[in-house]
């Protein structure tokens, strides 16, 4: 399986922006599907996961209310919209899927599969 993610930028607090994250290749019947970030000095963190029906989701607590994920398995896409956008908020951005799982897992290590990351900057 690959990911892609896209849609990071340069945007002003405040802002807004819509992440993307499209899978390829063998993808299997479920996975489940999450988005990380890993801002410079820092280890990478969970942000937003959500399970394969798409009828649970789950947050780290800084952006719960600020950011929605949510997926399109007819296209194999996940999306992360982030609202309100703050300084501390940028950094890299990940997507990566765990095969075979249905739930909104939030533990880094049990992805198997992570994009290339898409860089997400907000000035103050």
């Known amino acids: 399986v690959q990911l892609q993610a896209s849609g990071g930028g340069l945007v002003q607090a405040g802002g807004s922006l819509r992440l993307s994250c499209v899978a390829s290749?063998?993808?299997?019947?479920?996975?489940?599907m999450a988005w990380f970030r890993q801002a410079p000095g820092k280890e990478r963190e969970f942000v937003a996961a959500i399970r394969w029906s798409g009828g649970v989701t789950n947050y780290e607590d800084s952006v719960k209310g600020r950011f929605t994920i949510s997926r399109d398995n007819t296209k194999n896409m996940a999306y992360l919209i982030m609202n309100s956008l703050k300084p501390e908020d940028t950094a890299v951005y990940y997507c990566a899927a765990i095969p075979s799982r249905e739930g909104a897992v939030t533990t880094t290590s049990e992805y198997r599969y992570w994009g290339q990351g898409t860089q997400v900057t907000v000035s103050s």
């Open positions: 290749g063998r993808t299997p019947s479920t996975y489940a």
